[in-house]
């Protein structure tokens, strides 16, 4: 792994899940856990029996952070010779109206300044659930690739619903960019 990291070359990291695995279940193996906590580059979680493709329209997760831009700088220059949709998404189930508009605001005036890209926009929902957020976005505005920042665990085990039984990944069945947190 450290012949990964410290190699400049490397764009990003391929790897894909086992058969057995749902995609959710296969990030939260500690294999795969390492891969991504390790990575200096974007890391590219394919699932099994994915078809090959380039991207048509790809959603990408947004934080509501001051780094949001730097990811999708990086996710475009990533993607720009496929000229992929890019659906900059965040689903809201902050009950803080006033601080989450200022953020959402902030974010589509940083796109419109510090993004150099014509085919982008961004798509927010409110709910008290996540689920019902992505199922809205997987019916609505489906996707061929998914991209977000690295989260911390118990994050991604919310998203996934990986702390309940059946572990079940309901709304993922596309692949998934991870980039590394900035420092």
Known sequence: MTSVI?????????????????????????????IIDWSTVPVLIVPENTAI?????????????????DYINMLTAITQQFSPEIMVTHINMDS????????ENL????????????RIYYRSTSTN?????????????????LAMVQQPKFVLKEFFKLASTPQITYHLTIPIL????LI
């Open 53 to 69: 493709h380039n991207p048509e329209k790809i959603a990408f997760a947004a934080n509501l952070d001051a780094n949001d831009t």
């Open 129 to 145: 659930n996540i689920k019902n957020g992505w199922e809205w976005l997987n019916k609505n505005k489906k996707c061929d690739l």
């Open 178 to 181: 991870i980039f590394p947190t």
């Open 96 to 103: 803080s109206q006033n601080e989450y508009e200022t953020a």
């Open 107 to 118: 974010l589509i005036k940083n796109i419109c300044y510090k993004v150099n890209y014509g």
């Open 6 to 34: 410290d190699n400049k070359s490397i764009a990003f990291i391929v790897i894909a899940t086992q058969s057995e695995d749902d995609i959710g279940t296969f990030m939260m193996r500690e294999n795969c856990q390492k």
